[in-house]
């Protein structure tokens, strides 16, 4: 046999597409030519090194002759080592070593020694072959948990490329691994509890708020006033994800290649917290070569938390409003298209001013109010009108430091949260995602309600976004005390939640 076809895929984005590995055996006046075509990168090209010494080195010996090596589509580049599996099963296969099959799909990088090494996106591999028919997926041992997830498929995670031979040749001796089900997973969140900080009732209470509609929230503050331990606590206070959110998640965090061994699949929400001198690739997605997912997209389904938000660079913070407003990033690059989810919630923390004691009555601030504003004109307008809630988070008061109230835990908040987020599921969607059309109607204001806000609206100078905002605010706050209406009680805290930027941004 001259010439063997056996599939593979490759990961874009955080979705899998079918690569045909068809490999050409020829006699050649030069033995030993080995050329693989199809847009590979360097890592692709260097893998004829590793399948030879692996094939060697397992017994199965190289052919004596010139070996083509076809990665198609050709007009898509192709990444990364997993493609040593395939290129190495195609060889064997143009020997007469295995039989031709199209009902396998192979991934997995090759040691020298012929044993199989872990590979980025096995999730979205397998979610592929599901999709194109494809009944058996062999990918190495510590991938199978996470394939695995994808039913509809029998995934084989091996070792050695001696056993993916002898699957190839006696399939039913190997029994595909099976997934890890969410009952099997521990449902309490390994987040820290809110009992553990003092005082902020306020803050926590917006926090609640938040979390009950998933809206995005920016803490000023003092330091050590407890703005990252309340963020910290956030994430916990979050309902569990849904076996679809957990899917989602876990692929992006398989594709960035930080998906820990062994785990099927993420049940808990991301929590991620960028240095601020992240890049605007590092932030958003993308680099050199396939665009990679950013913190943006790590975070998806979760909590995305920026402290000391003026530190940022301010073209980095400027990317983050696409985002927030689709819940997806879009990556265009000459060859392709990627879009990446990033449906998260957003928590930023700030200091008042450089020194970071303006407003606070019990210490001086020692900066200028030209430095003040060149400070907080890092963060900009449009950005902050993409945060629903503003609130302040003032030094911790002695005697709540030492009081023994442990306060409000975190499960009470989750409790509450679950109630009000079932309100709002039985609508079809979260306060923050109402669509424009249903705004008026599910936030229908009597006349007390209505001359608040246009009071709010005159004297906050507040733009149409933020007028949405505050509404969807109040929609929340009503959902909390299981309200069927707005009333003019939920509004006024929902005005209170955007009045904090006025105080210090005007």
Known sequence: ???????????????????????????????????????????????????????????????????????????????????????????????????????????????????????????????????????????????????????????????????????????????????????????????????????????????????????????????????????????????????????????????????????????????????????????????????KPGEVSLAHNGVLFLDELPEFPRNVLEQLRQPLEERAVTLARANMTLCFPAAFMLVAAMNPCPCGFYGDPTRECRCTPAIIQRYLGKVSGPLLDRIDLHIEVPAVAYKDLRSNDNGVTSEQMRERILKARAIQQARGFYNSEIPPRQLRTLCALDDAGERTLEMAVRRMSLSARAHDRILKVARTIADLSASPGVSGKHLAEAVQYRSLDRSYWT
């Not at 070593?97 to 090494?117: I, Q």
């Not at 998933?214 to 000023?220: A, E, I, K, S, T």
Request: glycine fraction near 10%; charged fraction near 20%.
């Open 1 to 291: 046999m001259a010439l063997y076809r056996t599939r593979s895929a490759a990961v874009y984005g955080i979705d899998a597409h079918l690569i045909d590995v068809e490999v050409d055996m020829y006699p050649s006046s030069s033995p030993r030519d080995f050329i693989t075509v199809g847009m590979p990168d360097t890592a692709v090209r260097e893998s004829r090194e590793r399948i030879k010494s692996a094939l060697l080195n397992s017994g199965f010996g190289f052919p004596n002759k010139g070996v083509t090596i076809n990665l198609a589509p050709a007009n898509v580049r192709k990444e990364g080592a997993g493609f040593d599996l395939p290129m190495a099963m195609g060889i064997l296969g143009a020997m007469g070593t295995v039989a031709a099959s199209d009902r396998f799909l192979f991934v997995g990088e090759l040691s020298l020694d012929g044993s199989l090494r872990p590979i980025r996106g096995s999730l979205s591999v397998a979610v592929c072959a599901r999709s194109q028919g494809i009944a058996n997926l062999v990918v190495p041992a510590e991938n199978a948990a996470e394939a695995a997830v994808a039913e509809g498929v029998n995934v084989f995670g091996l070792k050695h490329l001696s056993e993916v031979v002898a699957l190839m040749k006696e399939p039913d001796r190997f029994t595909a691994a099976s997934a890890v089900r969410s009952d099997q997973i521990a449902a309490a969140s390994s987040a820290p509890d809110f009992r553990d900080v003092k005082g902020q009732t306020t803050a926590k209470r917006a926090l609640e708020v938040a979390a009950a509609g998933g809206h995005n929230v920016l803490m000023v503050g003092p330091p050590g006033s407890g703005k990252t331990m309340l963020a910290k606590r956030f994430a916990g206070i979050l309902p569990p994800l849904t076996f679809q959110e957990a899917l989602q998640t876990t692929q992006v965090h398989s594709v960035a290649g930080i998906l820990p061994r062994g785990v099927g699949l993420l049940y808990d929400r991301p929590f991620r917290a960028p240095h601020h001198s992240v890049s605007d690739a590092g932030l958003i997605g993308g680099g050199s070569g396939t665009p």
